[in-house]
């Protein structure tokens, strides 16, 4: 099946700094990705949806400035963490669809941790 | 609009029984339907799918699960757990291609296996 990989694995930064996380679709052209939150023992919250070369949809309370993404090519979409802070220390998933089957790919996460 | 409802939010078993985990759906529309399993720390792997083809869908790890128009149901099975099935799963219902709207988790199970 499609591989989708994120990077890096897991990523520990200082308060007030801002850090990339990648996420790269393999062997797919990806039309479309999404960017989920996962909190301990919890489900996925979806934060946002990106088409290639257009600006992301960010859902209801996930701040845009805070959580800047972009999707400049068919293969490649990162998360920017700004003026980051221990309350955004989370696991990151990122997520990949192409045109055809409905279906997404999802990479291995990203854990952040902000100290 | 559509959802799932995960109706365990924990289940264990022994070792060699077997596996049930329950998902009920809402939709307007005939969904695209899919089990995740999620090892801690882990990004999410995909057991199997239902996309309106045969209604007994057979994934990977010897899992399946059936699809039930008339219970709204999407349960995943395993006739014998192993030690390695312990893990969060995730039911996840999915629009038809090209619809707006968004896929959708359920709240997870977590599957424990007793010796």
């Known amino acids: 099946g499609a591989v989708v990989s994120q990077h890096p694995s897991r990523v520990i930064c200082k308060s007030g700094t801002s850090v990339k996380i990648e996420c790269r679709s393999l062997?797919?052209?990806?039309?479309?990705m999404f960017w989920y939150r996962q909190f301990p023992k919890k489900s996925l919250m979806l934060m946002a949806t990106?088409?290639?070369?257009?600006?992301?949809?960010?859902e209801q309370g996930v701040e845009k400035d805070k959580f800047l993404i972009n999707h400049a090519s068919l293969t490649l979409s990162t998360l920017t963490v700004t003026s980051a802070h221990p309350e955004d220390s989370s696991f990151y998933i990122c997520?990949?669809?192409?045109?055809?089957?409905?279906?997404?790919?999802f990479g291995p996460g990203t854990r952040l941790t902000v100290t | 609009a559509q959802s799932v409802t995960q109706l365990d939010s924990h289940v264990s078993v022994s070792e060699g029984t077997p596996v049930l985990l329950r998902c009920n759906y809402s939709?307007?529309?005939?969904?695209?339907l899919f089990w995740y399993v999620q090892h801690p720390n882990k990004g999410l792997q995909l057991l199997l799918k239902?996309?309106?083809?045969?209604?007994l869908v057979k994934g990977i790890n010897g899992f399946e699960a059936e699809f039930k128009k008339s219970e709204t149901s999407f349960h995943l099975t395993k006739p014998s757990a192993h030690m390695s099935d312990a893990a969060e799963y995730f039911c996840?219902?999915?629009?038809?291609?090209?619809?707006?709207?968004?896929?959708?988790f359920g709240s997870g199970t977590r599957l424990s296996i007793r010796p």
């Open positions: 239902y996309t309106s083809a045969a209604t």
């Open positions: 997520s990949a669809r192409d045109s055809g089957p409905y279906e997404q790919y």
């Open positions: 062997d797919f052209q990806a039309t479309t």
């Open positions: 939709s307007s529309y005939s969904p695209s």
């Open positions: 990106s088409n290639e070369g257009s600006k992301a949809t960010y």
């Open positions: 996840v219902v999915s629009p038809p291609a090209g619809s707006a709207s968004k896929i959708i």
